[in-house]
């Protein structure tokens, strides 16, 4: 499905936010769009005064991609979509370290890091919000952490993987920026949540 949104950003351009809903159950999403814009004839904008290549030079395109939502927990537990992938990825590439395998490689450790930060700051903030009851507060930091500890050990637990002599050393660097990426996500929200607990006990 998509949808399109459209404001006056300033009195010299027009915003036009369209968005994609893409479908869960199919491989690959894919859509088209076309727009038709209709301008009054007495704005004296026309073929001579304003010619396609103009157009084209003046339109700002910027493409954002939604993080999926995940629950910490459920990033590398039960079937862990996010951890299989990016498992899956380092294999291929330790295997066959192809330009597509690469490109894969760096997208899945991008992804996960981004699966991770967005699951991390909103468990953080639901742990900190007014409705949750005083006395369940320890039980669920306690949960939080573990899921989080277990995160990170999982993504160190592919260590091994990129670590074999197939795999050239600058190609690690990827894993090495997601696991300083998901180490300090760590410590920032930890160190939120024992301020958050401090102020309350």
Not at 39 to 44: K, Q
Not at 85 to 106: H, V, W
Request: charged share 20%.
């Amino acid at each position: 499905m998509i949808e399109v949104n459209t404001r006056i950003h300033d009195k010299f351009s027009i915003e036009f936010k369209t968005s994609f809903v893409a479908r869960r159950k199919v491989k690959d999403n894919d859509f088209s769009a076309y727009m038709w814009f209709f301008i009054p004839h007495n704005l004296d904008i026309n073929r001579e005064t304003y010619p396609k290549s103009r157009f084209y030079q003046d339109i700002k395109s910027y493409v954002r991609v939604i993080t999926p939502k995940f629950l910490l927990q459920d990033i590398v537990g039960g079937s862990g979509i996010p951890f299989t992938n990016l498992k899956a990825a380092f294999q291929d590439l330790a295997s066959s370290p192809t330009r597509t395998a690469t490109k894969e490689y760096e997208y899945q450790v991008k992804m996960f890091s981004a699966i991770t930060h967005s699951a991390a700051r909103n468990g953080c903030y639901n742990l900190m919000g007014s409705h949750i009851l005083p006395e369940v507060v320890p039980t669920l930091c306690a949960q939080y952490l573990q899921a989080f500890d277990e995160v990170l050990r999982a993504f160190r637990s592919l260590r091994t993987i990129v670590y074999q002599p197939t795999i050239a050393d600058g190609i690690r660097n990827y894993f090495r920026y997601g696991d300083e990426f998901i180490s300090n996500m760590f410590k920032l929200y930890t160190t939120l949540i024992l301020d958050f607990m401090q102020k309350d006990a």
